[in-house]
């Protein structure tokens, strides 16, 4: 009986073995009915699960910063504006960067943080016993070293989109913060835009019944910006690989439409993606290589395990208007945010009726009249954000939602709250950089999406 059993598990063994050189995946995989599975590496003796994670309330928030070029640099600007939260320390790879930031510190008559530069200064920072978080905006191939470093360094960490760049990458972020339990937040922006914000609540509220199909992007001509990245870093990335390397602004806020590992799982992943046209006029502009992977756009399309559909598009190469999609369609209802705004409600689900309009005449074949549609967004708008929208536009940050999103960060750490992102939000919704380049890879074979929780989701 012994012998069977170490006899099968030295030919599962050698079956991942066997099939992971020719999949070209940061894990072994294998290959049943045409499906691609990577394999789920086992938890560790005694390491739980972190659904639901809390942690020690933190009166003042301190705070590291690692990276400061565009993103990073706002942060610091943002933070300054948020009570309770203090920045104690600032790396970048450029100690220039590092004395600008210090220079904004001291405009606000804030106190000098502790500097650290260099391709190994963040160490030092994480190692420090005053930080309580660190946040980290460098270039994706860093993010996932930096945050397992400082969390097994004790500090929460908030970092940029994507989290990670490879399932590998994924599972060390779900890893580190089960065995640590220090809070691991991917910073998606993008759910706490206020349409989508506000669509969420009336999601919750059942407004469009339930919600089967969905559909968001990053869409975004980067013509502007390829020279402002530092060192070229993202131009580089996605010369080397295809799959959408960019897909959290899409999938996070409509993965919380269909509360993914709360209610439902992705189950597997199809990608396509086109040929590179101006990806490859750009390389050969910027970088002076013919050669360039990622293509222009690239379309994937998820089912869950409970028979719903996700439709994720990239393209930061054409010349075409900004768009994340956002689209849901419910069994009742119907919302999209781009190109144009509009929700498609039956009017016996709107509770608050104004006097004068024909609700009977709402059956969801067209949008709603602007009356209806703004009195839906007042009414649904979260509290959290209407406590503080007057101050987010102010500040900004997109508009404001990167200040909502900091202060939500900072509310939950400072009251030991969870966070409205867990590390499985981060790991799913950064996955799909390599699932999809392993589809596309594969004659755009169906790739199974790892269940990050390892089945705790629905226990
Ligand atoms: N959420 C959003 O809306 C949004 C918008 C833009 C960018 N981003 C993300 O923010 C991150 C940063 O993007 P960016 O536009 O600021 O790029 P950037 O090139 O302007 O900044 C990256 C910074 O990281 C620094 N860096 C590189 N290696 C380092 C190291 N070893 N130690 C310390 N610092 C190092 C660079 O010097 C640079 O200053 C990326 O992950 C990007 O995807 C998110």
Same mark, same amino acid.
């Given at each position: 009986?012994?012998?069977?059993?170490?006899?099968?598990?030295?030919?599962?063994?050698?079956? /991942?073995?066997?099939?992971?050189?020719?999949?070209?995946?940061?894990?072994?995989?294998?290959?049943?009915?045409?499906?691609?599975?990577?394999?789920?590496?086992?938890?560790?003796?005694?390491?739980?699960?972190?659904?639901?994670?809390?942690?020690?309330?933190?009166?003042?928030?301190?705070?590291?910063?690692?990276?400061?070029?565009?993103?990073?640099?706002?942060?610091?600007?943002?933070?300054? /504006?948020?009570?309770?939260?203090?920045?104690?320390?600032?790396?970048?790879?450029?100690?220039?960067?590092?004395?600008?930031?210090?220079?904004?510190?001291?405009?606000?008559?804030?106190?000098?943080?502790?500097?650290?530069?260099?391709?190994?200064?963040?160490?030092?920072?994480?190692?420090?016993?005053?930080?309580?978080?660190?946040?980290?905006?460098?270039?994706?191939?860093?993010?996932?070293?930096?945050?397992?470093?400082?969390?097994?360094?004790?500090?929460?960490?908030?970092?940029?989109?994507?989290?990670?760049?490879?399932?590998?990458?994924?599972?060390?972020?779900?890893?580190?913060?089960?065995?640590?339990?220090?809070?691991?937040?991917?910073?998606?922006?993008?759910?706490?835009?206020?349409?989508?914000?506000?669509?969420?609540?009336?999601?919750?509220?059942?407004?469009?019944?339930?919600?089967?199909?969905?559909?968001?992007?990053?869409?975004?001509?980067?013509?502007?910006?390829?020279?402002?990245?530092?060192?070229?870093?993202?131009?580089?990335?996605?010369?080397?690989?295809?799959?959408?390397?960019?897909?959290?602004?899409?999938?996070?806020?409509?993965?919380?439409?269909?509360?993914?590992?709360?209610?439902?799982?992705?189950?597997?992943?199809?990608?396509?993606?086109?040929?590179?046209?101006?990806?490859?006029?750009?390389?050969?502009?910027?970088?002076?290589?013919?050669?360039?992977?990622?293509?222009?756009?690239?379309?994937?399309?998820?089912?869950?395990?409970?028979?719903?559909?996700?439709?994720?598009?990239?393209?930061?190469?054409?010349?075409?208007?900004?768009?994340?999609?956002?689209?849901?369609?419910?069994?009742?209802?119907?919302?999209?945010?781009?190109?144009?705004?509009?929700?498609?409600?039956?009017?016996?689900?709107?509770?608050?009726?104004?006097?004068?309009?024909?609700?009977?005449?709402?059956?969801?074949?067209?949008?709603?009249?602007?009356?209806?549609?703004?009195?839906?967004?007042?009414?649904?708008?979260?509290?959290?954000?209407?406590?503080?929208?007057?101050?987010?536009?102010?500040?900004?940050?997109?508009?404001?939602?990167? /200040?909502?999103?900091?202060?939500?960060?900072?509310?939950?750490?400072?009251?030991?709250?969870?966070?409205?992102?867990?590390?499985?939000?981060?790991?799913?919704?950064?996955?799909?950089?390599?699932?999809?380049?392993?589809?596309?890879?594969?004659?755009?074979?169906?790739?199974?999406?790892?269940?990050?929780?390892?089945?705790?989701?629905?226990?």
């Amino acid at each position: 009986m012994k012998t069977t059993k170490y006899l099968l598990a030295a030919l599962a063994a050698l079956v /991942f073995v066997g099939c992971s050189s020719r999949i070209d995946a940061s894990l072994p995989a294998t290959v049943k009915d045409g499906t691609i599975t990577l394999k789920t590496p086992a938890r560790a003796p005694g390491q739980v699960h972190a659904i639901g994670l809390a942690a020690d309330p933190i009166d003042t928030v301190r705070i590291g910063f690692i990276g400061l070029g565009m993103r990073g640099d706002d942060a610091v600007r943002r933070y300054s /504006f948020i009570e309770g939260t203090k920045t104690v320390a600032l790396c970048d790879l450029y100690p220039d960067r590092v004395s600008k930031a210090q220079v904004f510190l001291s405009s606000k008559g804030l106190p000098e943080a502790a500097g650290y530069d260099g391709e190994d200064g963040w160490k030092a920072l994480c190692e420090r016993s005053d930080v309580d978080l660190v946040y980290i905006c460098t270039d994706w191939k860093h993010h996932t070293p930096m945050a397992v470093y400082a969390m097994e360094h004790g500090k929460h960490v908030a970092i940029e989109v994507p989290a990670a760049m490879s399932i590998k990458e994924c599972w060390a972020l779900v890893d580190a913060c089960e065995r640590t339990r220090k809070h691991c937040i991917m910073l998606e922006n993008c759910v706490y835009d206020f349409f989508e914000a506000t669509v969420l609540e009336m999601a919750k509220a059942g407004l469009f019944g339930e919600i089967y199909h969905v559909e968001g992007a990053y869409i975004h001509n980067l013509d502007p910006f390829w020279d402002e990245y530092a060192d070229n870093w993202r131009l580089l990335y996605n010369a080397q690989f295809r799959g959408d390397n960019y897909p959290t602004h899409g999938i996070g806020p409509v993965c919380q439409l269909l509360d993914i590992h709360r209610k439902d799982l992705m189950d597997y992943v199809v990608s396509m993606d086109t040929d590179s046209f101006n990806g490859k006029k750009l390389a050969a502009e910027k970088l002076g290589t013919e050669d360039f992977a990622n293509g222009d756009h690239t379309v994937s399309l998820i089912r869950t395990q409970r028979g719903k559909q996700i439709e994720i598009q990239h393209n930061v190469y054409a010349a075409r208007p900004y768009s994340r999609m956002y689209q849901a369609t419910g069994t009742e209802g119907f919302a999209n945010k781009y190109p144009v705004k509009g929700l498609a409600i039956k009017g016996k689900a709107i509770t608050r009726k104004q006097e004068g309009l024909d609700y009977d005449r709402l059956d969801g074949e067209r949008f709603v009249p602007k009356e209806v549609y703004d009195a839906l967004m007042d009414e649904y708008k979260p509290s959290y954000i209407r406590e503080i929208e007057q101050k987010a536009r102010e500040v900004g940050g997109h508009g404001g939602m990167d /200040f909502i999103m900091d202060s939500r960060l900072i509310y939950c750490l400072r009251n030991g709250l969870p966070l409205d992102m867990d590390v499985y939000d981060a790991a799913e919704w950064s996955c799909l950089t390599e699932l999809s380049r392993i589809s596309i890879e594969n004659g755009s074979a169906p790739v199974k999406v790892p269940d990050f929780t390892r089945g705790d989701w629905n226990r």
